[in-house]
């Protein structure tokens, strides 16, 4: 199996920038694409981004286009997202999760899920 463990987050102002990290172990980390999403209260979990095994490829959401960055570093076996200009409207609990799949974008296709941190953005 795949752990995966999400750190990072917090309490900001709007126009900030975060940086939250995922620190996975267990099976071969770069064998598998990893992805970052989302949920505030009383909505649906959603995708913001995602990576493939490689990092030659990325995807993001239309709403975090050009404002949030996925990196991964597999000799560290971490994946990264990188948050600025922070909107209040971000404001939920991310989570990473690991694939084999090829469809990135979909929440069901992911095997693996780290426990989720917090990211508040005030007005």
């Known amino acids: 199996q795949v752990q995966l463990v999400e750190s990072g987050g917090g309490l900001v102002q709007a126009g900030d920038s975060l940086r939250l990290s995922c620190a996975a172990s267990g099976r071969t980390f770069s064998n598998y694409a990893m992805g970052w999403f989302r949920q505030a209260p009383g909505k649906e979990r959603e995708f913001v981004a995602a990576?493939?095994?490689?990092?030659?490829?990325?995807y993001y959401a239309d709403s975090v286009k050009g404002r949030f960055t996925i990196s991964r570093d597999n000799a560290k076996n971490t994946v990264y997202l990188q948050l600025y200009k922070l909107k209040p409207e971000d404001t939920a609990v991310y989570y990473c999760?690991?694939?084999?799949?090829?469809?990135?974008?979909?929440?069901?296709?992911?095997?693996?899920w780290g426990q989720g941190t917090q990211v508040t953005v005030s007005s």
């Open positions: 999760a690991a694939t084999t799949s090829p469809y990135l974008q979909i929440s069901y296709e992911y095997d693996y």
């Open positions: 990576i493939s095994w490689s990092g030659d490829k990325t």
